[in-house]
Structure formats: C-alpha cells, structure tokens
C-alpha cells in the first residue's frame, strides 16, 4: 500500500522548482548532491524522500527544463549530472513569479486579526 | 517527439535510472558509513531515507507520458497469462459473455437496419405520409390497428394539393401509378436520365416510365443506354426517360417502376378512396402546425361536399414512423430482454472473478506487498475482465452473424419492414467492441475493486487458509438479481407465447388444409372490359377444376389472412335512404362459385354463387351471419335487396354463410357481403383450390392450366393455405419465438450463477461441515442448510422478479392477443418453472454435502 500521507508538505511543483533553483544557484550537480543541497539550505526543515527526487527530474527532463550527461562524483562514483537549460532558467522565474504570489496571498491571510 | 523516442528506449532508461538511483544509495552510506554509523545499519539507514526505490523506479519512468498504453500493454499480457493458466475459468467467462454480446449485437443489428438508419430520402424527417381518418362509425376492426389511416379520394387529394400551405410539396400514388411531384417529394434525383416533365403527367401524356434500379439490372443488365428505349407495361409500350438509384422505393408502396397517373378532377369525383399520398414539409414548418392547417382544410372540405367528407378527417404521419411504427415497440422490448440476459450473463461472470478473486488473495496480497498500488491492482484486474469480454466479444459477434442469417431467412418478405438491410457492417462491429468495454466495467470492476482493497498483512497471515466471506453477500445480491430478470423474461416469454398460441388456435371458421393459392394480376391492356375479364376468370376456374386431383376451384379478390380487406357502403332498399355520410359499411368480397366450398365455409341458408349468375341476372349477394344479424336482426335477409357503392351498384341476397375470418387472425369476422366475380369482376384476384392430396404437389398443374388459357398470365406466391396463415403470424411468432430463445437462456445462466454460488460456498464450507459431522450432525440436516440457502435466493430472487414482472410486462399489453399482461396462470407457471430449474441447480451441492467424508474434509487443506 502507498503510504500518500508522507509527502502532504509539498505543493505540487515544489520540488521541481527548487530543484531548478539549486541548479541554478550552485551549477551542474549530481542527484544525490541535489538532494543534500535543498537539505542543508532548508536547514533540515524540509523532510523531503530522497527518492522522490528522481521522478521529479524525470519530468523536468521530459519538459526540457534541465538536461542530463554522465559524469563523474566527488566520491569517484559515476552518476549523471544535471544542469539547468536557457528553457529551465524561463520556467524557473515563472515558477518564483507564482509561487511569491501565492506565499504573500497565504501570508495575508494568515495574519489576519483575529476578532 | 523525445517522449516517443523514449518509448524504443525504455531498457536503457530503466537502465539509467537504475544506476543513479545504485549510485545515490551508495553515496548515502558511504557518508553515514563516515560519520561513524555501523555498514550494515548505514545500508539500512539509506534505503530507509530514500523510500521504496522499486515503487520509484516506477514513478520516474511514467513521468514519460507513453506508459499508460505501455502499462496496459503489460497488464494485458499478464492477464492473458493468468487466463492461458485457468483454461477452464477462461472458456466458462468467455462463453458467457459470447451468449450476452452476441444477443445484443444481433438485436442491434436488427434495430440499426430497421429503425435506426435513416430512410434514403434527404431530410426524410419531413415527408409525411398523408392518410384520410374515417369517422367512428365507419371504423370496424379490419381496418386493424391502422384504422385511422384511410386512403384518400382523388379529389380530396386534389384539394390538399390547392390548399395546404405547410407543404412545399405533395404527391399521389397507386401501386406505380404517381402524380407529378412524387420524385421531387421524396427527393430522390435520378440515376440516369431524367424523372416526369409536368407535360407528362397530364391527361393523354406520351407513355412514359422511370426504371427502379433492381428491374433495370433485371431487365437490362444495368446499361445505361436503356433510357430512350421502351418497355411494356400493361401490354402499352413505355418510352424509358430515368432509372432510379440503389435503394429507392418506398417499403410501404413497393414499385418496380413508375409510370405518370394523371387526375382529372371532373373524372374523379364519384371515385372512392384508394391513393396514398406522401408531402415534403416547407422547411421550419413542425408536424404539430402542418397537422392544425390540414383540420382547418379537412373542416371545410367537409362542409363543402357533405357526401363523401362529413364527419370525415386527415392525418398525418412521419414517413419513417409509418415504415416501423408497427414493429418498433416489439424491437425495443427484445433489446430490453437481450440486455436482461447480458446482465445475467455479466453477473455470472462478476460472481465467476469473485470466486477466483478470493483464490488468487495470496497472489494479490503479495502484489500489494511488493509495493503495487492500490490503482495498479485493479487494472491490472481490470485488464484480465477486458481480455475476457473481448473474447466474448468476438465469439458473440460470430453468434450474432449466425442468429441474423437465421432470423432474415426464417421470416417471409413483409413481415420485417428494411430486413434486408441487416448485415455485418462496421457499425455492428464497433458496437459490440463498445458494449465489450463497458461489459468489463459492468462485471470487472466490482470483484477488482473488493479485492484490492485485500489487507496485504492479513491475506499472508492467512496462510493456506483460504479468506471466506468476502463478496459472499454480494453474491448472493448478484444471483437474486438473476432470478429476478430471468423471471421478468420468462414471464414476457409465456405472455407472448400464450398470445401467439391464442392467435394460431383461433376459431377461424374456415379450413387451411389442403387448399393451394396463387395470386394473379389480370392486364387492363387484354382484359379491359368487363365482360370479358368475368369471363377470362371463369375459364381460369374452370380449367382447374377440370384438373385431375382438384376437388372445387374458385377465386377471390383478395386472398384471407393477407392483412388487407375491401369494404364499402351500401343501404337496404326496403328502408328509407339514409342521410349522407350515415351509410352503414361492411366488407365487400368478390368471389367465384364454389368458393365457401373450398374454404369450408358453411353455407347456413340459401345458395352458392353458380354459373346462372351473370351480367344478364340480378347480382346476387351472400352475405355472413355477422351482416345478417348486424343489420337484419330478428328478421329474414332472405331475398331482401341492397344498394351498393361498388362496380355492382345492387343486389339481392341469396344466401347466408357461417362467420370466417377475413384479414387476419387475430381480426374478429365482421359483417361481410360477397358477391360474384362474373357480376363484377376486378382486376387483382387469387386462386383458390381444394386438392386432394398434398395443396403443393398441384401448383404446377394448377400453373399451367392457367397459362392454357392466357400464356403471358403473370403468377405470384404459389403457396398452400398453411403458409399463407403461417406467414400472416410470421412476427408474432419471431417475437415469441426470439423472447422463448432469450428467456431461457437468461434462466440457464441464472441457474448456472445459482449453482455456482452453492457449489462454492459448500466447498469452502468442506472442513465446517466435516466437523459438524464428526460432532455428530445430522446429515440430512446439512443437506436441508444448503436447500434451504438455495429456496432463500430463489424466494428472493422471485419476489423481486414477480414485481418487476407486474410493472414490466405492461409493455407488452400492445402485442398481446387475449391475453392480460398479468395473467396470473402464466405468472404462476414461469414462478414454477424457474423454482424447479432452481432446485435442479440447488441438487448438485446437496449432492456433495450429503457425500462429505468427516475424516478425509478434516484432513482436507
């Protein structure tokens, strides 16, 4: 059975997009570093399945957005190393655009005074 | 486009995939492994952070679109592989489900070809066929259920023509004979050439004719150079000016050909009611205006000539209404009934995956347990129930050819109006594909979704022990369900068989044994008058009864039990004139001598027409005892005279015969006057001949005594008087046969579910029941528990069908011939029948459960 609760802190697309943001900011990087790079700089707050994070780039390879060549890791392992592509950078500010407004609008109501 | 080229890629994705995934775990421990954690728990820690890897492999490879088909590519080839592994399962499921798509695709075909498919006219939706609704009381039960349909007056139909506005056209016909409009009303250009010029359809046009497309190939081999040459029809030759396309006629007004009838108003006027009149609607103009206008105009032809029209009126009628109306209702019902088995049949095999469900648990659970989704489970379920029902699909479609052949060549011409449409055609194909689809939902998707709803821990735990229970109350539902339509289809099935029997056991009043008929067309062109087309018949009579073998001959206009009568007013002559349009009417038959004789009619009084009977003498008149006691009650008709409205225009009575049936079966004798065909001969007539022997072993002596007496006499349907009945209840006799055919069925399956629910559930129950026993139960007291289990279902399963039964069988009631739709015997009898099929199916289990061995069940498992 599926256990669908684990993963109820992600709005759909949250991954991806921080996923873009991580390319973005630190260059191309290797699955397993992605992964511990949206840890450490969510300073754990994220509990994020690790393996999530491959049928999330699956897609964002499909839409383009990053593209993916072998390579080898720190640890002399080889993987693949994604980097964001010029299509990526594009969706990535859509993405912020969206979800800046959608923070502010949760925001707003979640300091409404309450009476 | 990279979507479907991942598609040929899909191993080397996987691939890929994979190793990252290898790759990241490894880094993962290595790091934990680092920072001091044991391996083996570092291991451990990774996957455990990572997830179920197997589940996101998954994931990650259907974020590629393509793998929804890829996905029930492979369900379907898993499934396929479960099916090949119970063989018997398979052939069980599938044969079931043959039987129901086969049923319904058959019917669909039926339907499709007679009511569905439009006719071949543009804008069929506005032609209307246009009839004359006689008053009340000249309406009498010959006329059938179509009474209100009376032809119409050559002058009535001239003034429709001047008057209504709603049509942007309207046209007559008789046989061939039709008035200028009547290619343009049906809209129909011509295949070659071109149809009438107004100028042809005047009086004293050329002769002219337009070729229907079957007797141009017929004739000319389909050439197209037969426009301009002539043909003969009615012994005058016609000039060829079109030839119709594939397809064209009217089912209602069959022609060969069509030649131009002109009407002259002034002619017309004392001429009786005998056209059938067809209009084209404008365009935007509804049936319900069109209808108001033609009562305005009916009203005031009424006022404006009291004599033919008072109290008379005019309907109207949506040509493809008038094609099918008759037999829609009986075709809608035998789809209803096909579904009632195709739902027993989807119920069977729902109760068959149940079953099958609860043994294959473990298998499921096990699934679960490697991480298959709750989703994944049930299509892949869903994916074996769509193998079954495509099979069945293919099996059904197959039946369904057979069934149609079958059914098209059983039935006489007229019985099915557009039959001969019926045949294997793409969309007969698409829909019982489409009814397959949702065949599988209907069967599949209870038992997919009970079972992956299985608690992977609990199935395992089980052991070998074998889940009970579940779906066990659905079951039952399920085959209470079937009782209960299979009793409103075996209910329907004896209503219709009752009523056909009641038709066929009628009390004619005449005799079908041996007695041959042929019918026959006397030219106008060689027998135009009178005098000697009287003549011409009696010599045809003659000459037969001559025929060694023959023991009387006579003719008759029209031949009984054909569905059509004549009729007309008439007056006694010792009783004031009655006022116009208070005329009483009767049916008119015009006969030769000896023909009460070859019928076995019984002549009550008075005499036989004989050969005394002529132009020369006073016509005389046989009237029924119905006429007699009609409009002579109480006294002597005897010698009394009548005014007729006929060729005759009086007459004297003669003699009185027994009451006989006339139009149909089920058509109660009505008052009928006969007179003699050397008095007043017509021109259409039948042969009616008393053999000896076998009616059919005469038909080619009969046929060539006549053609001794005019070669070029034309002869249609040789037939003896059996299957001249036979034919007239041909429908009726399809219907009940169809709805017999598609009741038992139901009920076999219904009593095949039954039988597979007990066998189950005594089965499972093996181990309970050997303890029982070793307790020292009572073993017929077992036996009574399964009994009684079956008598529950069935009970049920009756009751509910018996209240369906009562609302549904109202349906029926138009096709019912005495009988009520709930007639309590048939009622009971069906409630009896599907009891003892009940216990039958109840008998096997009983069986079993009586034989269980205490010591070999305990050991059982």
Redesign the interface.
Known sequence: ??KEDARRDLFPGALEMMVLQTLRGRGPL???AI?QNIRQTSGDLLQI????L??A???L??E?WVAAEWGI?A?N????IYRITPAGRKQLERERELFENMHAGISRVMRMVES | MRRFLQLFHRPRLDREIAGEIAAHLEEKTEELIESGMEPAEARLAARAQFGNSTAILENSREMWRFTAIETLLRDLRIGARALRHAPLFTAAAAATLALGIGANTAMFSLIDAVLLRPLPFPESRRIMVVWERPPKSVVTASLGTRHHQNPVSPVNFLDWRDRMRSFEGIAALNGPLVTSEFFHVLGVRPLLGRTFAASECGPNGPPVAVLGYNLWHRQFGGDPAAVGRTIRILDVPHTIVGVMPEGFDLPFAHADFWIPMPIDRAAAEDEGRYLTVIARLRPGVSVARAQAELDGVARRMAVERPVTNRDWGAGMVPIDEQVTGEVAPALWLLFGAVTFVLLIAAGNVANLLMMRGAQRQREIALRAALGAGRGRIVSQLLSESLLLSLAGGVLGVGLAVGGLRAITASLPTLALPRVENVHVDARMLLFSFALSLVTTLVFGLAPALTFARTDPNAALKLGNQRATGRGGRFRALLVVVEVALSLVLLAGAGLLARSFLNQIGVSRGFRIDRILTMRMFFSPGRYWDDRRRGRYVDEIVHRVRGLPGVEAASSVNLLPMTGVVSGSGFRRMDRPEPAPGTQPTADFVVVSPQYFQVMGIPLEHGRDFDEHDTMATEPAVVVNRAFADKFFPGENPMGKRLGLNWNVTHGVIVGICANARQTSLVVAPQATLFLAQAQGPMYIGALVVRTRLAPLAMARAVQEAVRTVDPEQEISDVESMEQVVAQSVARPRLESVLLAIFAVLATVLAAIGLYGVLAYSVTQRTREIGIRMALGADRSQLVRGVVRDAFGLMLAGLVAGLAASLVLTRLLASLLYEVKPTDPPTLLAVCGLLLLVGVCAAWIPARRVAAVDPVRSLRWE
């Open positions: 059975m599926e290797h699955g397993y992964a399945e690790e393996g999530t491959y049928p780039l699956q897609r390879l499909r383009g890791s640890r392992r080889k993987v693949r």
